[in-house]
């Protein structure tokens, strides 16, 4: 399961479009308290989390979600320069990426399905 937090609604429906066609359930947030609650009830493999919400702390759902779902990873998009140093990975201890909103979403549905595979473990 993937969730989409994004405010830009046309935006996360393409998102969404493009993970259902590889197969992955999703649900969609626009706000953090809708994530919030989202977190509280499903339970996901992927996060995709805009950097910049119109309503609501992007850093506090990844921390609600590192706190409620340890295993969730998280793929940061922006079309901001915060963070373009990489620093982003020190912040949010479940970020597994950090891309540009000008990401084609068969790529960003892409790196969301292979975040989401099982991970093997020693």
Do not use: K
Request: aromatic share 10%; charged share 20%; net charge negative.
């Amino acid at each position: 399961m993937v969730l989409i937090v994004e405010s830009n609604a046309t935006l996360a429906a393409l998102w969404q479009r493009h993970l259902e066609r590889l197969g992955r359930r999703v649900l969609v947030a626009q706000t953090d308290e809708d994530a919030y609650t989202l977190l509280r009830e499903v339970t996901f493999e992927v996060i995709i989390l805009d950097l910049v919400l119109e309503q609501g702390s992007a850093l506090s759902v990844s921390d609600y979600a590192s706190y409620r779902q340890p295993d969730a990873r998280v793929i940061f998009v922006t079309n901001t320069s915060f963070f373009s140093d990489g620093s982003i990975f020190q912040h949010c201890a479940n970020a597994c990426a950090f891309v540009t909103s000008a990401t084609a979403p068969a790529d960003l549905a892409a790196m969301a399905d292979h975040y989401g595979q099982p991970r093997l473990t020693a």
